[in-house]
């Protein structure tokens, strides 16, 4: 949303990664994006990379390049994330994560415009009906399988 509407740029990320370079989570924490600042940036990272990215970094270091109204945008995505990667959560903590992803869309239409809620956005507001079916996403995410088509793509080279 950042790149594409020019909040952040090119020299944006080289900044940005300047900091994330400063950071050092633990090591159980897994995998970590390594390079932002490449390509159309954040182009490259895994579903896991952009968990952590968004539960360890966003805040940090997106903070200072973004106005008010975006601000609002990454605390309630933040929020969302935190809430929705839970192990155990409960139905009220489905709910809260629901209303944050609710405020997502409300501030982005608001701001950028309905053209600007993808399928993606959309889509994040069935997760709430998901888990309460299904369980926690924890249960039913895709990051090992992810990680298992990169090995096997890294093999195949």
């Not at 020299?11 to 990664?17: A, G």
């Not at 239409?109 to 507001?125: D, F, K, M, R």
Request: aromatic letters at 12%; glycine letters at 6%; a neutral charge.
């Amino acid at each position: 949303l950042w790149l594409g509407h020019g909040k952040i740029n090119m020299d944006d990320l080289t900044k940005i990664q300047k900091n994330m370079n400063n950071i050092h989570p633990p090591s159980e924490i897994g995998r970590i994006p390594h390079k932002i600042d490449i390509g159309k940036g954040f182009s490259n990272l895994t579903a896991n990379e952009w968990k952590n990215f968004f539960l360890i970094y966003a805040r940090v270091v997106l903070w200072d390049f973004l106005d008010q109204e975006d601000r609002k945008i990454l605390v309630h995505f933040s929020q969302a994330c935190s809430i929705l990667v839970r192990r155990i959560v409960t139905i009220k903590n489905l709910d809260d994560a629901h209303e944050h992803l609710i405020e997502i869309l409300k501030l982005i239409e608001t701001n950028y415009g309905e053209v600007s809620i993808t399928p993606n956005l959309h889509l994040s507001l069935h997760l709430n009906k998901c888990c309460k079916d299904y369980g926690p996403l924890y249960s039913f995410w895709c990051f090992s399988f992810e990680r298992m088509n990169g090995i096997l793509g890294w093999y195949l080279q």
